[in-house]
């Protein structure tokens, strides 16, 4: 039974949760009622990842084993509190107002409405096509181990760190890591995504027995690991920081310190462990706007990458 809708108080707001019981996440018997839970326990810092980002919304109305729906337009009937950003997309000549989280209210109300995952631009509405986010996905293919995941993340770090950046792991609620990194909202998508590709191939060049950075994926070792470059394309969004997921486990993308990933056990880190967890150690990625980093050295790698005839990105936009 889904039972009465209840009222959450947010803030100075309150948010009517609708059929409260409803079982979301059968492993765990986790209902919609434990979903508001655990986004109110770890409140700042899902606001925080989603901050003034046009956000996706990836609802499941009638529960995981129903149809999943990538919501980019905020429906009608929003409340009037809710913020939205317009974006458009050119190739279709349409645009949407996607939500634009600012508080905590916002995120429970798209639980409201059956959102489980949150998936963000990495730019802002102050200008929507300039990034102030380079997002580094570390994605197995089907055969590729965790512990490879686990050994590219060491040469990431190192990578990162002799280039004076600091980089923000975290789980990406499955079987890869994703690593955030804050720059100038300087350049365009494309260069971002140049700048991505050039880092990849650094990677790729210190660890060739476990990385690829080739596009297309009939063409990859299935035991390889792939930096997903393409993550950085204008409209392409991945789960943020504190998503859960849309698995019957309710795994969460969860923030992680990087002397933790030798040991970390993603599927560990679930709606019912991540809160005692965010009240321990508070939010990983709190400093993540306390600085922002250059592209320069990775678009002049990019440049020599090209001159010594390798392609740019090629995936579509």
């Known amino acids: 039974m889904a039972g009465k809708a209840t009222v959450i108080e947010v803030g100075d707001l309150e948010v009517r949760v609708s059929n409260p019981d409803r079982v979301y996440f ?165 260069e971002v995504r140049r700048a991505a590709l050039a880092f990849a191939r650094e990677v790729e060049r210190r660890a060739p027995d476990d990385v690829t950075t080739t596009w297309w994926r009939k063409d990859r070792d299935p035991g390889s690991l792939f930096v997903d470059y393409n993550q950085n394309a204008r409209d392409h969004t991945i789960a943020s920081a504190y998503s859960v997921r849309g698995v019957p486990a309710a795994t969460v993308s969860t923030p992680v310190r990087w002397d933790e990933i030798a040991d970390v056990e993603p599927m560990e880190l679930t709606i019912r462990t991540v809160p005692a967890r965010y009240a321990e150690l508070g939010d990983l990625h709190a400093d993540i706007d306390d600085q922002e980093f250059s592209l320069d050295t990775l678009l002049e790698w990019a440049d020599r990458d090209e001159r010594a005839g390798l392609s740019g990105p090629n995936s579509p936009e």
Request: with cysteine; charged share 25%.
């Open 26 to 190: 059968p492993e765990l018997g986790a209902t919609k009622l434990d979903l508001v839970r655990y986004y109110l326990a770890v409140g700042d810092g899902i606001v925080r990842a989603l901050r003034e980002r046009p956000c996706m919304l990836h609802r499941f109305p009638d529960g995981l084993a129903g149809e999943k729906v990538h919501q980019k337009r905020v429906p009608n009937g929003a409340p009037p509190w809710l913020e939205t950003v317009r974006v458009t997309f050119p190739r279709y000549n349409r645009h949407a107002d996607e939500v634009c989280v600012t508080k905590p209210a916002d995120v429970i109300w798209a639980v409201q409405m059956s959102t489980v995952e949150f998936h963000p631009w990495n730019s802002r509405r102050a200008d929507v096509e300039r990034p102030d986010e380079w997002r580094i996905d570390l994605d197995p293919m089907p055969d590729c181990p965790f512990g490879t995941v686990r050994r590219v993340a060491g040469v990431v770090h190192e990578v990162l760190d002799e280039l004076g950046i600091t980089g923000y792991p975290k789980t990406s609620g499955g079987r890869g890591l994703h690593v955030y990194v804050r720059i100038a909202p300087r350049w365009g998508f494309a």
